[in-house]
């Protein structure tokens, strides 16, 4: 976590302390301190699901990403619910999606298009989210339009909340499925030719990269200036190993085919070459040097814990001046839960999504942007949903024309710049762009 934000650690402890000796603020004042004091929260929050991420491994890890990528903003959602401030509750949903579609990919695309050019990723990653993307747009207008309808005949409001309820369990649905596909790879088979890491990597050269992928992590944490050059450096040193490691294993598969065809005319058993069972005979070839320093799990857990009850403290606190605030300043509800909410809790995300623009990682900007806003649609939503049975008011998947105007474009726009497997600045503009109408709507308008 950059050194900054352990600075803005500070706002978190004045909030907490102010709360809990009385000490009256201005409402203005007081939103802005438990906002500030939510930003390093939210990254330690990332932080210390990346390190426990290092004891469970790759799976695991990824699922832990997932669960609590969006933590901040359930926090948040969850309190404001308890307040009765559905409206804010309901902006901030499609806010959060909007927010990473729209302002994270477009100001990642256009900061890394003006630096490298074009940049290219795998459209088959990008396919799937744009798919994910219409599952959540199917989710989020429909119960909108049923509701219209409820209201031109006159049927029992009742009828509102009970399908809401039934798109949340099955978007939550939809939810596990992509985990179970993207995270765990069930059903998803390697073509031929596609091998793993494990296979086409020998043992030498899958510790030294993993000795590379380990500082390449010390970097991108520590607050080095010109880092870029060197994670490019080390990005460019990843890449040759693994071009060698391919090109010798074509190799190796020619001779083993060779070897194979002298022993069968011999009468001799063949010879195997495979490089993965000459690593199996040797153990110790297999140990990978790793001497960097791992955290404890107990201490990842803890921080864990610790960064997720700050959240909730101070996010009690800065909802609780939500409503004092909007009538001081004029401000719609609307835009504050459309703009201003989702924009706090991802904060850190943003900084970290732009760092993979800067070092030309498009493939991780689509994956940290789209797959954010497609887990708040289809997690997040959900759980809000459920959750609102047991508070004073029901949330329900209806959202106003506006909302869902935008996130139809939104859904449309995404599909569009990504069917090429390539990225300009431009399209990034026209993402932020999108945004920035939307926002202008929201606040002189509302919703």
């Known amino acids: 976590m950059p050194r900054w934000l352990y600075f803005l650690l500070l706002f978190a402890v004045i909030a907490i302390g102010l709360d809990l000796l009385h000490i009256e603020l201005p409402p203005l004042l007081l939103f802005l301190i438990a906002a500030l004091g939510i930003v390093p929260l939210a990254a330690l929050i990332g932080q210390a699901v990346e390190e426990v991420a290092e004891h469970t491994g790759e799976r695991i890890g990824g699922l832990l990403f997932a669960t609590f990528g969006n933590a901040t903003e ?25 927010g990473n579609a729209l302002l994270v990919l477009g100001i990642s695309v256009c900061v890394g298009g003006f630096k490298h050019g074009r940049l290219k990723f795998e459209t088959r990653p990008a396919s799937q989210y744009a798919s994910l993307f219409a599952l959540c747009m199917g989710g989020l207008i429909l119960p909108t ?22 798109v949340a369990v099955v978007l939550l649905v939809g939810y596990l499925a992509s985990v179970l596909f993207s995270v765990f790879h069930v059903g998803d088979k390697a073509e031929e030719g596609e091998e793993e890491l494990n296979v086409t990597v020998g043992a030498r050269s899958m510790a030294a990269i993993s000795r590379l992928l380990t500082y390449r992590h010390h970097v991108i944490q520590s607050g080095i200036q010109g880092k870029t050059g060197t994670l490019k450096k080390i990005d460019s040193a990843v890449d040759a190993i693994m071009e060698h490691e391919k090109a010798r294993s074509t190799v190796t598969v020619k001779a083993q085919g060779e070897s194979e065809q002298a022993g069968q005319k011999n009468g001799q058993p063949a010879t195997t070459l495979d490089p993965v069972a000459a690593n199996l ?24 814990a610790a960064a997720t009850i700050g959240v909730a403290l101070v996010s009690e606190i800065l909802v609780g001046s939500i409503e004092p605030v909007t009538k001081t300043l ?4 609307a835009f504050v839960g ?75 726009l995404f599909s569009e710049i990504t069917r090429d497997g390539e990225l300009v600045w431009l399209e990034g503009l026209l993402l932020i762009l999108l945004f920035g109408m939307m926002a202008g709507t929201v606040f002189v308008f509302g919703v």
Not at 147 to 165: G, I, R, T
Not at 284 to 293: D, G, L, P, R, W
Not at 330 to 333: I, T
């Open 74 to 98: 359930l926090i948040i959602s969850i309190l404001a619910l308890r307040q009765g401030l559905v409206n804010v509750v309901s902006a901030s949903i499609i806010g959060a999606i909007l």
């Open 145 to 166: 339009l049923a509701s219209f309808q409820a209201k031109a005949v006159h049927y029992d409001p009742a009828m509102e909340h009970n399908l809401s309820d039934y």
């Open 281 to 304: 005979a040797h153990p110790e070839a297999k140990k990978v040097e790793t001497q960097e320093h791992k955290p404890p799990l107990w201490r990842s857990l803890l921080l864990l």
């Open 330 to 333: 004029g401000w719609k509800d």
């Open 338 to 412: 459309l703009v201003f909410l989702p924009l706090i809790g991802a904060l850190p995300e943003y900084f970290n999504t732009i760092s993979m623009s800067l070092d030309k990682r498009i493939g991780m900007v689509l994956a940290a942007s789209a797959g954010s806003s497609i887990q708040i649609a289809l997690l997040v939503a959900p759980i809000l949903v459920l959750i609102s049975l047991f508070m004073p008011q029901r949330l329900d998947l209806v959202f106003s024309v506006v909302e869902l105007s935008v996130l139809g474009l939104t859904t449309f």
